[in-house]
């Protein structure tokens, strides 16, 4: 039996897997930019943190490690 938890069965399957990649591209529309993502499915992720990418171009995500960069 599939898990009821899960983006797939419960409806959200067009939700992305967060933390699955280690560097994300995000551009102006993203900010302010937070880990992880609208869209992404939050019942596997970490608490929501927000990141400081304006001044630099990239932030790095404490608790999974991905790298953003601006564009």
Do not use: F
Not at 7 to 27: H, M
Not at 33 to 47: A, E, K, Q
């Amino acid at each position: 039996m599939p898990n009821p938890h899960t983006a797939e069965t419960s409806g959200n399957d067009r939700l992305l897997e967060p933390n699955a990649a280690n560097k994300y591209q995000v551009t102006r529309a993203d900010l302010p930019l937070h880990c992880p993502m609208d869209g992404m499915s939050l019942w596997n992720s970490h608490p929501r943190v927000y990141l400081a990418i304006e001044e630099t171009g990239k932030a790095k995500c404490p608790y999974c490690g991905a790298d953003y960069i601006l564009k």
